[in-house]
């Protein structure tokens, strides 16, 4: 038996995350397990730093993810020259700020949906990012789910020919109890950038949007001295993608029974796809050809032909929610680590920005009664690359 065990000299990305809870634990499960699972890969992602707000739970963290150092002072993490990767896992209103400074500080960054509270926002940081010419995630994690990436790479190919029309819901019902107050961040900044990016990333830019939103359980709760935050429990939209297809896009945290509905259906001229990301392996694809066979089959997608499945298990053992995580952080570290792009399979600031774009000409035309042009996209700046080299 050989008592040492061989180095992994596998470059070292050092990761530094802002936020221990429901996503730190998400992102520090991916980075704990891809460097066995990516194998043998360009990189081993390092758990460096860890940064939260009350120290004897960031300690704790710290010590149950695996991080080599923890603080409160999420300024030491973004600025300490031994970090590679700045991770914010944080929560919504935490995103501009330190991940500013992380990009100013040569950083990569990694940056939890909503990119940030308002399109404003989202633009500056993604010009910040594009600027200082550092690698830029935003985690819209579903992309990364074998079934969506099969969807997307059958539209990509015009199997299903041209997309004629497509409908987009997430529905959950944890905001639903007037009693509690869950969330105060308002649907379209919980849930409903999720289901905008899937209708981009499926089906392209959304031109124009009609939209109602109504709040009836968090004005319940107001009226009872609860706090409430952005007060928008549905968003029900109509959409003109660019390619002038219609669209429906809903997000709900008041429907009852509906635990984590992240659904769609595409149609186009020669077949439709159908998901759900309750039944999160299993995409429903029809494609005209016999018509004695018409109607939709379910594919498991977790074989190891299929897209994003391959490093897992074989024949159908299957993925769960995590697996999005695991395979978008993968992703982004190996962009890092080889210089490929993140884009158009990783979202980046730019898709970020864009959900934002497409939320906020929602609320304005759920104002105003009017259809609203959605906000045209940034112009790329020219990129400074990084100066700070990465640890060889
Ligand atoms: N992609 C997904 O599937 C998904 C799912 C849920 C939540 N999210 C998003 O992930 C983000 C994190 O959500 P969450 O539910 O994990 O946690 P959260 O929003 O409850 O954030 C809590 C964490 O942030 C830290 N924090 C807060 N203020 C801080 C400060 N001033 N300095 C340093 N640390 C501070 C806390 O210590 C804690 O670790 C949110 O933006 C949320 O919208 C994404």
């Known amino acids: 038996m050989y008592e040492t065990t061989p180095p992994d000299d596998r470059r070292p990305l050092r990761i530094g995350m802002l936020g221990y809870a429901g996503m730190g634990k998400a992102h520090s499960n991916a980075y704990r397990t891809i460097p066995y699972i990516f194998w043998p890969g360009a ?6 730093a860890i940064t939260g707000r009350t120290e004897a739970k960031v300690r704790e963290a710290a010590i149950r993810y695996g991080f080599q150092r923890y603080t409160t002072d999420w300024r030491t993490v973004v600025e300490d020259d031994e970090i590679d990767v700045f991770d914010n896992a944080g929560p919504d209103a935490m995103h501009v700020e330190p991940t500013l400074a992380a990009i100013d500080a040569g950083k990569h960054v990694a940056c939890e949906k ?10 500056r940081l993604y010009v ?27 539209i990509d190919a015009g199997d ?14 944890r905001g639903g109890d007037p009693e509690v107050s869950p969330w105060t961040a308002g649907t379209l900044n919980a849930i409903g950038c999720h289901v905008i990016d899937q209708a981009r990333f499926l089906v392209g830019e959304i031109a124009r949007v009609s939209a109602v939103i ?10 009872r001295g609860i706090e409430t935050g952005v007060r928008m429990d549905t968003v029900a939209m109509a ?46 694809v029809m494609r005209r050809g016999d018509r004695r066979l018409d109607g939709f089959a379910e594919v498991i997608v977790c074989e190891p032909w299929h897209p994003l499945a391959g490093v897992w298990w074989d024949t159908a053992h299957l993925l769960g929610w995590e697996h999005g995580h695991i395979n978008m952080l993968a992703h982004f570290l190996d962009a890092v680590a080889t210089g490929s792009p993140v884009a158009p399979y990783g ?46």
Do not use: M
């Open 347 to 392: 979202a980046t600031f730019h898709d970020g920005l864009r959900a934002a774009q497409v939320s906020e000409a929602a609320v304005e035309s759920a104002r105003t009664g009017r259809r609203i042009e959605v906000a045209a996209p940034a112009a790329v700046p020219a990129a400074v690359p990084v100066t700070q080299a990465l640890s060889a």
């Open 114 to 123: 909503p990119l940030a509270l308002s399109a404003a926002d989202c633009e």
């Open 128 to 154: 910040a990012a594009e600027r200082r010419g550092v690698k830029h995630l935003a985690c819209f994690n579903y992309r990364f789910l074998p079934a969506v990436r099969l969807a997307r790479e059958l």
């Open 214 to 223: 109504t709040s009836p359980v968090s004005d319940r709760r107001a009226e």
């Open 43 to 48: 990189f081993r992602p390092e758990l460096t």
């Open 239 to 284: 959409v003109e993608f660019d390619s002038g297809a219609p669209g429906l896009i809903d997000a709900s945290s008041i429907a009852t029974g509906r635990k984590n509905q992240l659904a769609w259906e595409i149609n186009g001229s020669r077949g439709s796809v159908a998901w759900d990301l309750e039944d999160l392996n299993v995409l429903r």
């Open 160 to 173: 299903l020919g041209e997309i004629r029309e497509a409908r987009f819901r997430y529905s959950q019902e």
